[in-house]
Structure formats: structure tokens, C-alpha cells
């Protein structure tokens, strides 16, 4: 185990993983690893350039072509799966540690959450090579024998962003690994050391040498792996902007992608549902919930006109009983943001709206007695209109919008009348109407009464959040090809 001086779990912190191996990169150049709490530095991690990046494709693109793994048995894989599960749950606490450090999350809740998206994803794909039809006989019209064939994609690179790097790791490895590719790891620059953590524990199970290989690079760097050629697939987590170039430089190539990309989902609030209740479902488990840094937030609550203020009062009593402070600390209900660039977004953010005609109900500002760490009050606005710059833009930050409606199905236009459509939700007492206005939102995903996306079935978005599905059977067939094998006799 190798520690920080801040007991921050980070292997071989000055190296890169590629070909099995903690191998030095081309340069000492390094990147700074901040506790968002305090703006301390906890570590400082290899810094990847160019060069590395393509050892690291061609280690994995090796593995690929001419080593074992991609020829072993789904159930072979699974095996390799279980180890890595276990050695995850060993080490759960050191994850939710660097989880907290590193993007603001509360350790109470990154702690039983970690668990369940490592070791889970994990075990579900396990399962999956002894349930998914890999290899399924058909008959052709013809008569002759026919197969269709699950076979791996080939070299993924898994970009993966720094508001929950553990947890994207695993749900984009873990299925990736079951089909049978080779995978590059690509952290970002303000969370590495979940990923220093995983690759260690891909060495310690015996995956064979280029299987999985982990770098940490700046996004210049990062394109050359999307554009490379040796490269078969990239899936990415991360901004819908983010998302369109990386989408634009594949297509030149027609390599394959998942983009699971940015959100501005909405909750609908129907007017047989309390907006007291409401408001404990929408306010507080949002700010608390890694400070807003979540895509699938749930940032627009949609309600109708008679009660908006009701909301907006309800919300911002929710957003004054918040503590601010250190996230290991019991009493603390929302931690920091991530980082300085991300604060001065929102509070940019913020100021914008507020000129554009939004009123500010609570919050909009740095808290003035925490004098270190990058804390940005929860903040609620009021009176938004739905195509306005509060309501059609990303914050990823703690800063709700209340929107008036005048029916339920100017609600529900509303709800869709946006770029994107990751999540969303509709309050209600009657599950029929629930499921109706649930059928007409454009989303992903669509909870009753709460946000209630689940990975292990499939998480993505409509419209411009994103191109496929990541966790559940999606998860799996985003990294498989399918081939048709038509036999003039059947293979024994």
C-alpha cells in the first residue's frame, strides 16, 4: 500500500500502468492533486504525454491482437471479474477517502455508494457470462446452419471525469473486459488516484500484461487517443461540448462511441403532490449529493403557477438548514465543489441568470465564514423562464430553478423543450399518471417521486446527452460486435 502524507491510498503515484507494468513516463511533469476542502495539495501523479498515450495504445492493441484474453471464455473473464470485485470491496474505504478529497463528496455518502457501484458493477457482469447469449445457433432460410456471434469490439479507451471517477471506471471496464476487449484507462487531471488505485488492483489479480493500462493526460493529449487508428472504441463521460469533438474525430474514422454527456433534467410537479414533500425530495438530497456535481440532477422543478412560490419557499428553507464544511465531518451536509475553475463557473453562472431576470431566492455567493476550500452557497432562483439561460444551461453546481407552468401539458413541453435529455422525474400520488407523463419526457431515465436512475438497467441520455447506454445489457453490447456465421454443415 503506498500512502500520502494525506492517507490518501495512491500507488505508485510518479508512474504510469501500461503492459502490465508501473512503468516512469517520458517526462517529470506532474499534476497537482488538490482536497477541495482545504485547497491543499495531496498528491502530485504522472503527467502522460503523447508518447506515453501511444505506448499505452500499443500495449493494449498487443493484448488485443496476439494475447490471450480476448480468446478465453466469457466465463474465463468472469472469473478475473470476481478478484477484482473482492479486492474493490477490500479497499472500499480508500476509494470513498479519495472520492471525498477530490470532488466534495460527503464521506457518508461516498462510502456505502462506492460498494455498491465498484463491486456491483463488477459482480453484474460476472453473472452476465453465464446468462448473455454469446454464442447463439440459428437456422437460415436457406436451411444451413447459422450462428450469430458477441464478439468484442476490440480496444476501448474509457475517459473518465473527475465527479466520480471510481464508479465510471467500473461500469465502463467491468463490461468491457467481460466482452473480451483490452481497455486504456484516460483519468482526468483533478481525480487521478481512483484510477492509480484500480490499476494496482488489476496487477495484483493477474490480468496478463496490456488488458488494462491507466494514464493520466491533459485533453490535447487525449485526443490523439480518439483519433487514433489503433483504437477501436471510446467511451466518454463528460460535457456535452466535450462530447461533440470527441463524437466529430470518431466519425472521421467511423470508430465506435458511448457518450453519456451533460443533463438540465426536469421535475415535474403535478398538482395533486405536496410541494412541502416535494421540495424535501428535490432540495436537500441535491445539494448534499456530491454539491450538484451530478449530470442527472434533477435542476429544473417544474410546478405549477399557483404554487411556485410555495416551491421556491419550501426550497429555500431546504438550502438555509445546509451545512457547509469539511466532508468527513458528521455534522457537514454538503461539501466543497471540485475545484476553483468549477466555483467560478457557477458563480459566473449565477450572476448571469440573476442579470437576465431570475431572482435570486437564497445562496449565489461564496459562504463568507469558510475562508479555504472551494464552497459555493446552495443557491435557489426564482421566477425562471424555461428558455432562459438558468434553464437551458448545465451548472453542475448547487443551484436550483423553479418554473411556473400553467398545465400539465405546458409542463411536460417544458420538461422537453431543451437540448438535452439525460433524466427526470414526475411527482404524483397516482402511479397511471405517472407512468403517462413519464412516457411523454424525453429521457433516459424517469423517476416517481424521486430521481431514480439505475445503472445496473441502463443509464443515458436522449437528444444531446449523450450516444448509448452504459451499466445493465446496454453496458455490455456498447463493447460487443455481431457477427452472422452461416455453416454449410453444423460445427460439432
Sequence with gaps: ????????????????????????????????????????????????????????????????????????????????????????????????????????????????????????????????????????????????????????????????????????????????????????????????????????????????????????????????????????????????????????????????????????????????????????????????YLTGQVCASLTRIIVPRHRHDAMVEALTAAARDVVMGDPFTAETSMGPLASSRQRDSVERMVARSVAEGARLACGGGRPRHLKRGFFFEPTVLAHVDNRSFAAQNEFFGPVLSVIAADSEQQAIDMANDTIYGLNAAVFTHDPQRAMNVARQLRAGSVGHNASRYDFSLGFGGFKQSGIGREGGIGGLEAFLESKAIVLDQPAP
Design 1 to 288: 500500500m503506498t500512502m500520502t502524507d494525506h492517507g490518501l491510498n495512491v500507488p505508485h503515484p510518479r508512474h504510469l500502468f501500461i503492459g502490465g507494468q508501473w512503468v516512469a513516463p517520458s517526462t517529470e511533469d506532474t499534476f497537482a492533486v488538490l482536497n477541495c476542502a482545504t485547497e491543499d495539495i495531496v498528491a502530485q501523479v504522472a503527467k502522460a504525454t503523447e508518447a506515453d498515450v501511444l505506448a499505452a495504445v500499443e500495449a493494449a492493441r498487443q493484448a488485443f491482437d496476439h494475447g490471450p484474453w480476448p480468446r478465453l471464455t466469457p466465463a474465463e473473464r468472469a472469473a478475473y471479474l470476481e478478484k477484482i470485485a473482492e479486492r474493490l470491496e477490500a479497499l472500499n474505504d480508500d476509494f470513498a477517502r479519495i472520492w471525498s478529497i477530490e470532488s466534495g463528496i460527503l464521506y457518508t455518502i461516498a462510502q456505502p455508494r462506492v460498494g455498491r457501484y465498484l463491486s456491483g458493477a463488477f459482480r453484474q457482469y460476472s453473472a452476465m457470462a453465464h446468462s448473455y447469449p454469446f454464442i447463439k445457433p440459428v437456422t437460415s432460410p436457406s436451411g444451413h446452419q447459422g450462428y450469430t456471434v458477441q464478439e468484442p469490439v476490440g480496444v476501448a479507451v474509457a475517459i473518465v471525469p473527475w465527479n466520480g471517477a471510481a464508479g465510471l471506471i467500473a461500469y465502463k471496464v467491468a463490461p468491457a473486459l467481460l466482452a473480451g476487449c483490452t481497455v486504456i484507462i484516460k483519468n482526468s487531471p483533478e481525480a487521478p488516484c481512483s484510477g492509480h488505485l484500480f490499476a494496482q488492483i488489476c496487477a495484483e489479480v493477474g490480468l496478463p500484461p496490456g488488458v488494462v493500462n491507466m494514464v493520466t493526460a491533459d485533453r490535447d493529449v487525449s485526443e490523439t487517443l480518439v483519433s487514433n487508428p489503433l483504437v477501436d472504441k471510446i467511451t466518454f463521460t463528460g460535457s456535452t461540448a466535450a462530447g461533440r469533438r470527441i463524437g466529430a474525430v470518431a466519425a472521421e474514422r467511423v470508430a465506435r462511441v458511448t457518450l453519456e454527456l451533460g443533463g438540465k433534467s426536469p421535475a415535474v410537479v403535478l398538482d395533486d403532490y405536496s410541494v412541502e414533500t416535494a421540495a424535501q425530495a428535490l432540495g436537500a438530497p441535491y445539494f448534499s
